[in-house]
């Protein structure tokens, strides 16, 4: 079982940044692929990253590309999505997902332990 606390959303104008974290915690918690998705108001789980057990496989979706990063540090059991040049459209609730599979996975159902999310408003 692992256990996925996000922080670090916020309401930012546009252009700024946020940074969120999400800490896993349980048995064997760096040994998991990680994820971010994130979910507006009447939409899918959308994949935002992933990032591989080791920090050296990331993956992005294009809607994030060049402006978002994300990382791990395995010591502290924690992953971060650092998120620049923000747009109204980043505009959802932002979740962590862990997933056993070795290939990361872009599909929220092959995660198998999410986060209770937080919160992102960008505006105009």
């Known amino acids: 079982q692992v256990r996925l606390v996000e922080s670090g959303g916020g309401l930012v104008q546009a252009g700024d940044s946020l940074r969120l974290s999400c800490t896993a915690s349980g048995r064997a918690a760096s040994s998991y692929g990680m994820g971010w998705f994130r979910q507006a108001p009447g939409k899918e789980h959308e994949f935002v990253a992933a990032?591989?057990?080791?920090?050296?496989?990331?993956d992005y979706a294009d809607s994030g590309k060049g402006r978002f990063t994300m990382s791990r540090d395995n010591a502290k059991n924690t992953v971060y999505l650092e998120m620049n040049s923000l747009k109204p459209e980043d505009t959802a609730v932002y979740y962590c997902?862990?997933?056993?599979?070795?290939?990361?996975?872009?599909?929220?159902?092959?995660?198998?332990?999410w986060g209770q999310g937080t919160q992102v408003t960008v505006s105009s």
């Open positions: 990032i591989g057990r080791s920090g050296g496989e990331i």
């Open positions: 997902a862990a997933t056993r599979r070795v290939v990361l996975p872009t599909t929220p159902d092959q995660y198998d332990y």
